[in-house]
């Protein structure tokens, strides 16, 4: 059998007929409080049928506690939560964690230390026929990649053979969704990222659909399908990881997503005047001619913009600060117009700290923009 090839089984005769609706969870209007804390206000979200979808965002924005209100471990206060079309939460309803069908990874992958690879993935299995629990075993341990190391025990395995582990025990009872719960927070930085693509592979051979959570960046932009990006226990944006790098709704969104400078200018016909010169307007999303006059800020990441030795006559800005990351360098530039702009050379470009450099915009992708006094929050000040 080909790796990952799931085996044709009595058991998935048991499983139940899927539905042709696209939407497999659906939470509309949750809530959650801890006593007099308003921890999820109200939130609503839709996760489709075989997709990885990613909760992003800082400590304590309540992207665990929605993990742990789908998985049942948390009643809400308010609002619903469907599994299929079915109410597992709400409207007088509450499913316990078991009845759900999801299965969970949870941070520290809860392994049992006392039994087996083998039996550690078959523990859910205890109702099944032995001949059926034996080839679902066998099955996942080889989807996981770890056929050999099935009579192996947690601490003889590495952190990322206890993750597969993990996640082979998780989708033995074939769960309608799988939850994962800052997965790869407990593996090696050079680990983790092999771990994302190797985690995302078995899902998706798996063909279930999975909720994550996490709070790294890089993380949830490589794995999903999709990714929510939440503040305050609001979901901020939900898209696909390339829209909500490129074109954030929100400066929370576009601050929190790797380094973002703002960049101001003002609208004038066909282009955007800045202290670094002009970007037409073709090249900024969305620019609609109404603006003609207007001052906005243009976001620009590090490899949205290049800085050039220059002379003072052409120089705009000075380096005043430069860190070493092996393949790349970070510049920090302090404009002449009092602003401070970030720019990604390769590692071979030397620019000193304090040179003068002219800084130009070199993107290859529209740039997004936001209003003059834009909070962090979405909502517009007064200038």
């Given at each position: 059998m080909a790796n990952g090839q799931l085996l044709t089984t009595a058991a998935e005769e048991r499983r139940p007929e899927r539905r042709t609706d696209d939407v497999v969870l659906e939470l509309d209007g949750v809530a959650k409080q801890y006593g007099a804390e308003e921890v999820i206000p109200d939130l609503s979200l839709s996760v489709r049928d075989g997709e990885i979808l990613t909760l992003l965002g800082p400590s304590g924005c309540g992207k665990t506690t929605t993990l742990r209100l789908i998985a049942g471990l948390e009643k809400p206060n308010a609002g619903t939560i469907q599994l299929r079309n079915d109410d597992v939460a709400g409207n007088g309803r509450f499913v316990p964690p078991e009845e759900r069908g999801v299965g969970v990874v949870f941070q520290e992958f809860a392994l049992f230390p006392h039994l087996t690879a083998r039996e550690n993935v078959a523990f859910g299995l205890q109702d099944w026929p032995e001949e059926e629990r034996d080839a679902r075993v066998a099955e996942l341990l080889e989807l996981v990649?770890?056929?050999?190391?099935?009579?192996?025990?947690?601490?003889?395995?590495?952190?990322?053979?206890?993750?597969?582990?993990?996640?082979?025990?998780?989708?033995?009872?074939?769960?309608?969704?799988?939850?994962?719960?800052?997965?790869?927070?407990?593996?090696?930085?050079?680990?983790?990222?092999?771990?994302?693509?190797?985690?995302?592979?078995?899902?998706?051979?798996?063909?279930?659909?999975?909720?994550?959570?996490?709070?790294?960046?890089?993380?949830?932009?490589?794995?999903?399908?999709?990714?929510?990006?939440?503040?305050?226990?609001?979901?901020?944006?939900?898209?696909?990881?390339?829209?909500?790098?490129?074109?954030?709704?929100?400066?929370?969104?576009?601050?929190?997503?790797?380094?973002?400078?703002?960049?101001?200018?003002?609208?004038?016909?066909?282009?955007?005047?800045?202290?670094?010169?002009?970007?037409?307007?073709?090249?900024?999303?969305?620019?609609?001619?109404?603006?003609?006059?207007?001052?906005?800020?243009?976001?620009?990441?590090?490899?949205?913009v290049t800085a050039f030795p220059a002379t003072d006559e052409e120089a705009n800005g000075t380096v005043v600060y430069r860190r070493y990351l092996g393949p790349t360098v970070l510049y920090r530039v302090e404009l002449d117009s009092g602003e401070t702009i970030e720019c990604m050379h390769n590692h071979s470009d030397q620019i000193n700290l304090d040179e003068r450099v002219a800084v130009r915009v070199t993107a290859d992708h529209e740039l997004a923009w936001f209003p003059v006094g834009q909070r962090e929050n979405g909502t517009i000040a007064a200038d």
């Open positions: 990649g770890l056929e050999k190391q099935g009579d192996a025990y947690p601490d003889e395995l590495s952190g990322g053979q206890q993750q597969r582990v993990a996640l082979a025990r998780s989708l033995a009872p074939e769960p309608e969704m799988l939850l994962l719960d800052e997965p790869f927070s407990n593996l090696d930085v050079d680990l983790r990222v092999e771990m994302r693509e190797e985690v995302r592979r078995i899902i998706k051979e798996a063909g279930v659909t999975a909720v994550s959570v996490t709070h790294d960046q890089e993380e949830a932009l490589s794995i999903s399908d999709r990714v929510a990006v939440m503040n305050q226990g609001d979901i901020e944006q939900i898209d696909t990881p390339q829209q909500v790098f490129q074109q954030p709704k929100s400066r929370f969104v576009a601050g929190f997503l790797g380094h973002a400078s703002f960049l101001s200018g003002t609208v004038h016909g066909d282009s955007v005047d800045t202290a670094i010169g002009r970007v037409l307007r073709d090249d900024v999303n969305g620019l609609a001619h109404q603006y003609d006059g207007s001052k906005i800020d243009l976001l620009v990441r590090p490899d949205d």
